[in-house]
């Protein structure tokens, strides 16, 4: 899922000065700016990114061609559903993903899911964060682990805002330091390694990709078209970016597709005690829905 970053990468080098910038940005257009991403993506955007949002929202207008902030975000309140909205999301998140990130969680989705294999029949995994799809194959890995096949019982919907991430999760391409902290039997199973025009890069096995379903996915929609319920929703270091009213509402729609033995799995930072009357918590980082919710 995409978050605001603090913008230091080598791919988002902070912006020049203000009085090098090619165009001005105003407190007002950047408080615009705030509110319009809160409402579309539920992020709350702090005072300090006003040099992130410069950098990354200039790309935009110089794209279109346009000279000034306020005809851009004019441009975007003048036409609610144009196709410029993801351009604009897309451009004010960034993904920060591993494979096995935060690993006790994939050790005792491990478990359940063994449990779940002696209870027979199919089994639905929810990642709703999905980014560039570390985090949904490494469920798919394990999935394939506790069950002892390529091809286990389990169905993984892999859900995010941001559809230029799901394009790339959807490939399952990725260069071949991103899997290096892997063991090697991981390595060799689940992954393929390129040769010639594809050296230094590597592609998930295509019966990972056969387990996973991507599909774009805005957890501030009023309701999730996703079906019935999971036996386990990753919801991870997402909800830290938005305030507790809009974590409320998202957790309410995520319960609304978890039974009473689902676990939601969520992010180290992440705390839900203003929620106790929608989850409870069962263990490190992991909650179910609560009995009258």
Same mark, same amino acid.
């Given at each position: 899922?995409?978050?605001? +970053?603090?913008d230091?990468?080598?791919?988002h080098l902070p912006p020049? +000065?203000e009085e090098?910038?090619?165009?001005?940005?105003?407190?007002?257009?950047?408080q615009r *700016?705030?509110r319009?991403i809160?409402a579309r993506?539920?992020?709350?955007?702090a005072? /300090?990114?006003r040099?992130?949002v410069?950098?990354r %929202?200039?790309?935009r207008?110089?794209?279109?061609?346009?000279?000034q902030?306020g005809t851009?975000?004019?441009m975007?309140?003048?036409d +609610?559903?144009?196709d410029?909205w993801q351009s604009f999301?897309?451009?004010?998140?960034t993904n920060?993903?591993?494979?096995?990130r935060?690993?006790h969680?994939?050790?005792?989705l491990?478990?359940?899911?063994?449990a779940?294999?002696?209870?027979?029949?199919?089994?639905?995994l929810w990642?709703? /964060?999905?980014?560039?799809g570390?985090?949904?194959y490494?469920m798919a890995?394990t999935?394939?682990?506790?069950f002892?096949?390529?091809?286990?019982p389990?169905?993984?919907?892999?859900?995010?805002?941001?559809?230029?991430? %799901? /394009?790339t999760a959807? #490939?399952? *391409?990725?260069p071949?330091?991103?899997?290096a902290n892997?063991?090697a039997d991981?390595?060799r $199973?689940?992954f393929?390694?390129?040769?010639? +025009?594809?050296?230094g $890069?590597c592609?998930?096995?295509p019966a990972?990709?056969?387990?996973?379903?991507f #599909?774009p996915?805005?957890? &501030?929609?009023p309701r999730?078209?996703?079906?019935?319920?999971?036996?386990a929703?990753?919801c991870?270091n997402v909800m830290?970016y938005?305030?507790?009213?809009t974590? $409320?509402?998202v957790?309410s729609? &995520?319960?609304?597709?978890?039974?009473?033995?689902?676990l939601?799995?969520t992010?180290?930072?992440?705390?839900? &005690?203003?929620?106790?009357? &929608?989850?409870q918590?069962?263990g490190?980082?992991?909650?179910r #829905?609560?009995? #009258?919710?």
């Amino acid at each position: 899922m995409p978050v605001p +970053p603090n913008d230091m990468s080598a791919n988002h080098l902070p912006p020049p +000065p203000e009085e090098q910038r090619d165009f001005v940005f105003t407190d007002r257009d950047f408080q615009r *700016v705030r509110r319009m991403i809160h409402a579309r993506a539920g992020i709350a955007l702090a005072p /300090a990114k006003r040099d992130m949002v410069y950098g990354r %929202l200039s790309r935009r207008l110089r794209a279109l061609g346009l000279e000034q902030f306020g005809t851009y975000l004019d441009m975007l309140e003048s036409d +609610p559903s144009g196709d410029e909205w993801q351009s604009f999301t897309n451009a004010l998140t960034t993904n920060l993903t591993a494979f096995f990130r935060e690993p006790h969680h994939f050790e005792h989705l491990h478990g359940q899911l063994q449990a779940l294999a002696a209870a027979g029949g199919p089994v639905r995994l929810w990642s709703c /964060a999905a980014s560039t799809g570390e985090e949904p194959y490494s469920m798919a890995i394990t999935a394939c682990e506790a069950f002892g096949s390529m091809t286990p019982p389990v169905r993984i919907l892999a859900t995010d805002i941001d559809t230029q991430v %799901l /394009a790339t999760a959807q #490939r399952g *391409v990725y260069p071949l330091e991103r899997i290096a902290n892997l063991d090697a039997d991981t390595r060799r $199973r689940y992954f393929q390694r390129g040769t010639g +025009p594809n050296e230094g $890069r590597c592609r998930v096995h295509p019966a990972l990709q056969a387990l996973v379903e991507f #599909r774009p996915l805005n957890l &501030l929609a009023p309701r999730y078209d996703v079906g019935g319920s999971f036996a386990a929703i990753f919801c991870r270091n997402v909800m830290i970016y938005f305030d507790k009213e809009t974590q $409320r509402g998202v957790l309410s729609r &995520l319960v609304a597709h978890m039974d009473a033995d689902s676990l939601l799995y969520t992010g180290h930072s992440e705390n839900y &005690l203003h929620a106790a009357d &929608l989850i409870q918590p069962c263990g490190r980082t992991l909650y179910r #829905r609560t009995v #009258r919710a």
